[in-house]
């Protein structure tokens, strides 16, 4: 065959090494997030009017930046900081009340007068801690309530910022020390009106995903073997209908104690660690991309068996047959022979043919085999059959 013959067949060469093969079934999958951790809810803490939207979808945030401005409208929310303010100025005026009769020096009637007034601070001060624990529950947070006392002024406007990580139960993401999180989806616009508790915005953290496998009543016994034996998994993205040629082993979290009733298959989870594959700022917004994303279609190849070890496992396409024969093609020099080998297993991925010790080392041609035999066959003279070979 000539050079261009060799580039138009893709060839592909590798030296022979023995490796172990696992027989695996193929599952249908697809990444989902992990329920409870991939994505947060900002909810409006307060009833009011947005008055401004801080990011823009797609963006990271980072803890403490501003997401929402809203202006505050609820009028129980404003009578909540009247009385907390009415409280804090008559407290000030005991205090200065106190402090008057201390210094009018000893006596029957002072010191009366200073233990009324201190027994009044004390239950001014029971029930301003009542109300702080109220406007708490309403939404403010200790700095804004701290501000209300100091600068004598309601607040007439809050901003609702990314939560802190120590504010989560656990980490969104445990592959990672920090979760990095995204606007997955802005929901409030300005100008809208939206009560306490209404949803705002969605942030997310796709370092950490799940993948979510099907199997069938029929696999549900090896599956659960995978499970208790502890066996790797090879996960491979799927681009349209044909697999991926990237895939790494993952182990199996859990599988779902009910069947699904409407596809009759039982669902199982692994945990996929993902990795970024662009992140740059833009205008002062700094925007990610994932390799895996929510939605993508996986292949799932669980294990049915104990590994065989130190076989000769080749690409289907490094392996031609005809009729009850099946060759390879060995590099010697600047040529190749055709070697007959016999195949011990085969699927739509590898093909594991018998080691009898010559294989081992050589230079074989891992693709276009059977282009390789058609060109045999052609240069000796003898008829083609245009199925010989090829493996439907």
Partial sequence: MSELAWKNIGLRTGVVELQDYTKTVSMPAMVVERPGRSRIEITAPLTGIVTRVYPLEGEVVEPGQPLFDLRLTHEDMVTAQREYLRLVQAIDVVKWEISRLQSVGEGVIAGRRVLEQQYEQQKLEAALHAQRQGLLLHGLSEKQVETIGQSRLLLQSITVVVPSYSQEAEPVSTEKSEPLLHVQRIVASRGEQVSAGALMGVLADHGTLYVEGQAFEDDS??????????????????????????????????????????????????????????????????????????????????????PWRDQIVLPPEAVVAEGAEAFVFAKHGDHFDRTAVHIVYQDQDAVVVENDGSLVGSTLALSGAYQMQLALKNKSGGGVDPHAGHNH
């Fill in 221 to 306: 016994q090896r599956l659960l073997q995978a499970v208790r034996d502890q066996w790797p998994v090879e996960v491979s993205a799927l681009s349209g209908t044909t697999a991926g040629k990237h895939s790494e082993p993952l182990k199996i979290l859990y599988v779902s104690d009910q069947i699904d009733p409407q596809s009759r298959t039982l669902h199982y989870y692994l945990v996929l660690p993902n990795e970024l594959v662009r992140d740059e700022a833009r205008q002062g917004h700094r925007f990610v991309a994932w390799k895996h994303r929510p939605g993508q279609r996986m292949e799932v190849k669980i294990p049915i068996n104990q």
